[in-house]
């Protein structure tokens, strides 16, 4: 079985919303700490700096978002973003390229790398 890709967007979302969960837990654990007010309090803010960075990371992608090139994927009719020379469908995961010269190719992501001439 070979890598499971996703679409750069989903990824970015993914890593959010990872971050929201991490700042939680963060955040409860230190309610263990009730009898130490300053390590509990150095909980709570390490997971509020999780939280805003979620929030950050949300803005960002939004913003990114609205700047990436929309196309219709040939497998399932349905209108995905694509960021970079290849991605994927966000909903059957079809590998998508605008790059003529990657047409036919095997999907890799490597191929969003910048090239050194």
């Known amino acids: 079985m070979?890598?499971?890709?996703?679409?750069?967007?989903?990824?970015?979302?993914?890593?959010?919303?990872s971050l929201i969960f991490v700042g939680v837990i963060?955040?409860?654990?230190?309610?263990?700490?009730?009898t130490s007010p300053i390590i509990m309090t150095l909980f709570m803010v390490l997971g509020l700096l999780f939280l805003v960075a979620?929030?950050?990371?949300?803005?960002?992608?939004?913003?990114?978002?609205t700047r990436a090139v929309q196309v219709v994927c040939p497998s399932c009719g349905k209108v995905t973003k694509m960021l970079g020379r290849v991605d994927l469908?966000?909903?059957?995961?079809?590998?998508?390229?605008?790059?003529?010269?990657?047409?036919?190719?095997?999907f890799d992501e490597k191929y969003n790398k910048k090239r050194k001439n």
């Open 2 to 17: 070979g890598i499971k890709y996703s679409s750069k967007i989903n990824k970015i979302r993914t890593f959010a919303l």
């Open 26 to 34: 963060v955040m409860y654990l230190g309610l263990f700490f009730r």
């Open 54 to 65: 979620s929030g950050i990371v949300y803005f960002w992608i939004g913003t990114l978002s």
């Open 89 to 106: 469908c966000m909903f059957c995961r079809e590998p998508l390229t605008l790059d003529r010269e990657l047409e036919g190719k095997e």
